[in-house]
């Protein structure tokens, strides 16, 4: 079954605004893994947080790990149109077996 | 470096036939994802592979589908008999193996079944 679910489902924001995605899991993990998808193309790694690791950076990314609430959460700052896409977390556990959640789509407005 | 190559982009096939889909890793990489995605949904997991090695194959339906990653050449996923429920988009990942490595993805095979 799937490990994580993304909320919300869908998100429509303004340009310039932030856009902020959750991601909620079932069991332990070595890191969680947050992807972007455009239309018709395969997912692109954005940014990696290990467990023992609470909040990381990366440009105008930002992503949270609460492992004991089993959740992520991914925010997008300054959003800008190409930003469009769908974004998934995706959780590994031992075997290095990486499980995605059902994404966010996420548009944005010019 | 040539990304994680994967063909071909679209397939169609008859119901009854066999569809084979071919993922080439990114050079270097040991370690092969298959997960399928239906639109507007997640991905989900079918199977994983070292060279010549399936190592988790929990996502895979028992019967007509398979998973092949030979020392030489590509991953294969064979698909046989193809029903109308099998028509998805098929994508492919590598990633070297060590912890806490990305997946790089390929752009996937689109399989239609008329």
């Known amino acids: 079954s799937q490990q994580g679910e993304e909320d919300p489902q869908a998100l429509s924001i303004q340009e310039g605004e932030n856009a902020t995605m959750n991601c909620s899991y079932k069991t332990s993990i070595n890191n969680l893994q947050w992807y972007r998808q455009n239309s018709g193309r395969g997912l692109v790694h954005l940014i990696l947080?290990?467990?023992?690791?609470r909040e990381k950076h990366s440009g105008r990314l930002r992503v949270t790990l609460d492992t004991s609430k089993k959740s992520s959460s991914l925010l997008i700052t300054a959003s800008r149109a190409a930003d469009t896409a769908s974004y998934f977390c995706a959780t590994a556990s031992g075997t290095y077996k990486y499980i995605f959640g059902t994404g966010t789509r996420l548009k944005v407005l010019a | 470096n040539a990304g994680v190559m994967q063909n071909p982009r679209h397939l169609v096939r008859r119901r009854g036939q066999e569809a084979r889909l071919r993922c080439s890793p990114m050079?270097?990489?040991?370690?092969v994802y298959w997960y399928r995605q239906l639109p507007e949904e997640g991905l989900k997991f079918m199977v994983y592979l070292q060279k010549e090695n399936i190592i988790d194959e929990s996502g895979m339906p028992k019967e007509r589908f398979s998973a092949e990653f030979p020392k030489e050449g590509p991953s294969i996923l064979r698909i046989q008999q193809v029903v109308r429920g099998d028509s998805a988009a098929y994508f492919c990942a590598s990633s070297p193996g060590s912890p806490d490595s990305p997946l790089h993805f390929g752009n996937g095979t689109r399989l239609t079944v008329t």
């Open positions: 050079k270097g990489h040991s370690h």
């Open positions: 947080i290990r467990s023992n690791e």
